[in-house]
């Protein structure tokens, strides 16, 4: 038996900025952290033949071809796996559709268990880079590479996604101290609505397509706050990053209708009234969960869950996508 587990993650800055449709023309830069909420596979051999695949649903297949899970099926294919006879199995910690990146850890865990069957090891950065090649470029899912790679590698880490397509890890210069800061005093808030990031990414990704003027301007502001981010946190100038949070978050707002709505609104300003510096949506947009730096987090910890909100409590992760069984 063999199980892994693939962080979910945040974004820091500059996210968006990854989509390839807008990297490759203008290169993008965004700061991300990996969060101790995970998205486990296990993979083990039958005694019959045939693929029996749990996840939001139990599937069986008799071959590759026949399986419905996309991921699944194509993941199978990259890697090559020549048994016929597996159970692969998903859990998370967090629902799909919220915002956190799961995607992007599901197919980085289940790569690395089957990859770790196949008595292979990768870098992290081959495991990213697979798992782009089959989101992106096998399944042509308008998304970009943020996911994949912070799942990945884990941490606090700066990506830095070239006009060649190449991508450029480094993590994040930060003292002990604005790290606590951070796990302290970043708070996450679930809406209560799930949905799918691909309709606004499409939307933005055929803008970008198209060298809307808007959109790539937009971008272009996003890519700047992610540097000034990057920029307060290694100073440790904790409250401009919360008020980069917030000039992030009136940007990103710009980019879609569906980016945000009254309710979410409601929530944000009430959390700006008390105790947020700063905050934002978390992914896409459209739900999920918002994240908000804290000045007085208990104030602000019961103004939310006054609204009804729930909070989840992370630390963030520093392994990465990695086995936990290999029996």
């Not at 979910?8 to 909420?37: C, Q, W």
């Not at 910890?301 to 009804?308: D, I």
Request: charged share 25%; proline share 3%; net charge neutral.
């Amino acid at each position: 038996m063999i199980i892994t587990r693939s962080p979910l993650r945040v974004s820091l800055g500059g996210g968006g900025t990854d989509l390839p449709s807008y990297s490759r023309e203008h290169g993008g830069f965004l700061i991300a952290g990996a969060i101790d909420k995970y998205v486990y596979i296990n993979i083990h051999p039958r005694f019959v033949e045939g693929f029996l695949l749990k996840y939001s649903r139990t599937e069986e297949a008799s071959s590759i071809d026949q399986i419905q899970h996309p991921i699944i099926r194509e993941g199978l294919r990259a890697v090559g796996i020549q048994a016929r006879n597996l159970e692969i199995t998903s859990m998370a910690d967090i629902p799909a559709g919220t915002g956190l990146g799961s995607s992007g850890s599901f197919t980085t865990a289940l790569l690395k268990a089957l990859h770790t069957f196949n008595k292979q090891t990768l870098h992290p950065h081959e495991l990213a880079e697979q798992a782009c090649h089959v989101e992106i470029d096998i399944l042509r899912e308008p998304i970009g590479k943020q996911d994949q790679y912070i799942a990945a590698y884990g941490g606090i880490t700066c990506f830095e996604f070239g006009r060649d397509g190449t991508v450029t890890a480094a993590p994040l210069a930060l003292t002990e101290e604005t790290l606590f800061n951070l796990e302290d005093n970043l708070l996450l808030f679930f809406t209560g609505y799930s949905r799918s990031a691909s309709t606004i990414l499409k939307e933005q990704d055929d803008k970008c397509r198209l060298s809307d003027f808007e959109m790539t301007q937009n971008l272009h502001c996003i890519k700047e706050i992610g540097i000034r981010s990057k920029l307060a946190l290694e100073t440790g100038d904790v409250a401009e990053f919360g008020r980069l949070m917030n000039v992030h978050w009136e940007h990103k707002k710009r980019r879609s209708a569906d980016m945000s709505n009254p309710s979410i609104n409601a929530w944000y300003a009430h959390a700006m009234a008390n105790g947020a510096l700063g905050g934002k949506l978390i992914g896409a947009g459209g739900g999920g969960f918002l994240m908000f730096y804290a000045a007085e987090k208990t104030r602000l910890r019961h103004a939310m869950r006054e609204k009804g909100l729930l909070e989840v409590r992370f630390r963030f992760d520093f392994e990465g996508t990695r086995i936990v069984s290999h029996d």
